[in-house]
């Protein structure tokens, strides 16, 4: 089955207090980001990844870091959370960027973080 | 910077009339447009997408029309059901890289 995996589903920690959430996907595509999601304002998108070691900035990328060693797995860290990171926090994948239309953007199920 | 926005914040429908959920975008250069549909506790699900050199685009019960010279975008549900109610962003590919940006969403309740 298709899937985007995200690991914790739900996490409360305390500001300063490093964290990862892991990203994994099971369909061989190029193409990964991270968004959050806060009332009002949307899904914004922090990182994105055109390949394996190829990452660039999203419109909110201040205070997190990504990586991208393996095809597979897009985690994303917080190394000095911040309570103003409290959100909804989706995985998504796709084959390319939009190359092909039709190409589908899978979501995972989300992380819902809280720090204090 | 760049923004995708959607016109209404909720909208109600009866089942079985057709549904038209607006969003507008800032950028011109935007050249691809996708739009999702979000059900409470779950992460956001392709629907439909179409490129900036089209206007229109069909899928099953579902039509997305785009005006590139008012900067607009719509999705059309036909004959709406009661599974249909979610929340509904679009969300447009930046013209200068890869990057996405999404509306903030319209709420959609069908009504039985």
């Known amino acids: 089955e298709a899937q985007v995996t995200q690991n914790p589903r739900y996490l409360i920690t305390v500001t300063g207090k490093k964290l990862t959430v892991t990203c994994s996907q099971n369909?061989?595509?190029?193409?990964m980001s991270w968004y959050r999601q806060d009332p009002g304002l949307g899904l914004r998108q922090i990182y994105y990844?055109?390949?394996?070691?190829?990452?660039d900035k999203g419109d909110v990328p201040e205070g997190y870091k990504v990586s991208r060693k393996e095809k597979r797995n897009f985690p994303l860290i917080l190394e000095s959370p911040s309570p103003n990171q409290t959100s909804l926090y989706f995985c998504?994948?796709?084959?390319?960027?939009?190359?092909?239309?039709?190409?589908?953007?899978?979501f995972g199920p989300g992380t819902r973080l809280l720090v204090l | 910077g760049e923004s995708v926005g959607l016109h209404l914040p909720t909208l109600s429908v009866q089942e079985g009339d057709n549904s038209i959920i607006n969003c507008a975008y800032s950028?011109?250069?935007?050249?691809?447009f996708i739009w999702y549909k979000q059900e409470s506790g779950k992460g956001p699900q392709f629907i439909i997408d179409?490129?900036?050199?089209?206007d229109k685009r069909q899928g099953q019960r579902v039509t997305v029309l785009l005006n590139k010279t008012v900067k607009h975008l719509s999705l059309q549900i036909a004959a709406t059901q009661p599974g249909d109610s979610a929340v509904y962003f679009c969300?447009?590919?930046?013209?200068?890289?890869?990057?996405?940006?999404f509306g903030t969403g319209t709420s959609l309740t069908v009504i039985p």
């Open positions: 998504a994948s796709s084959l390319t960027s939009g190359r092909y239309l039709g190409e589908t953007q899978y």
């Open positions: 369909m061989n595509h190029e193409y």
């Open positions: 990844s055109m390949n394996v070691e190829v990452t």
């Open positions: 950028n011109s250069a935007s050249d691809y």
């Open positions: 179409i490129r900036s050199n089209m």
């Open positions: 969300a447009g590919r930046s013209g200068t890289g890869n990057q996405f940006y």
